[in-house]
Nanobody, 115 residues
Framework: QVQLVESGGGLVQPGGSLRLSCAASGFTFSGYLMSWYRQAPGKERELVARISASGTTTYADSVKGRFTISRDNAKNTVYLQMNSLKPEDTAVYSC?????????WGQGTQVTVSS
């Protein structure tokens, strides 16, 4: 049974940091492209960052220099370190696993940036 379970979301003040985790099970994690997406109320879901099986990373322009995606294949986990958070980063963050035509999604974790 495939599972992606996100954790680490919460309420943080502007300028603060959070680290999201996505624990995977039920598939061969190391071979998958892993991504973080986010969706704010009333907006479309957008790609935040992705990391390939070989470790190549890609970021949305809006988070470059502030967010870092990483993966630990021994723990079947992908992380998103978020620094210098802004109110506009408020959204539900979901992780995604992709390989060829296969796509898996987690349930999401809420991140709220507010004073």
């Amino acid at each position: 049974q495939v599972q992606l379970v996100e954790s680490g979301g919460g309420l943080v003040q502007p300028g603060g940091s959070l680290r999201l985790s996505c624990a995977a099970s039920g598939f061969t994690f190391s071979g998958y492209l892993m991504s973080w997406y986010r969706q704010a109320p009333g907006k479309e879901r957008e790609l935040v960052a992705r990391i390939s099986a070989s470790g190549t990373t890609t970021y949305a322009d809006s988070v470059k220099g502030r967010f870092t995606i990483s993966r630990d294949n021994a723990k079947n986990t992908v992380y998103l370190q978020m620094n210098s958070l802004k109110p506009e980063d408020t959204a539900v963050y979901s992780c995604n696993a992709a390989l060829a035509f296969l796509r898996y999604w987690g349930q999401g974790t809420q991140v709220t940036v507010s004073s």
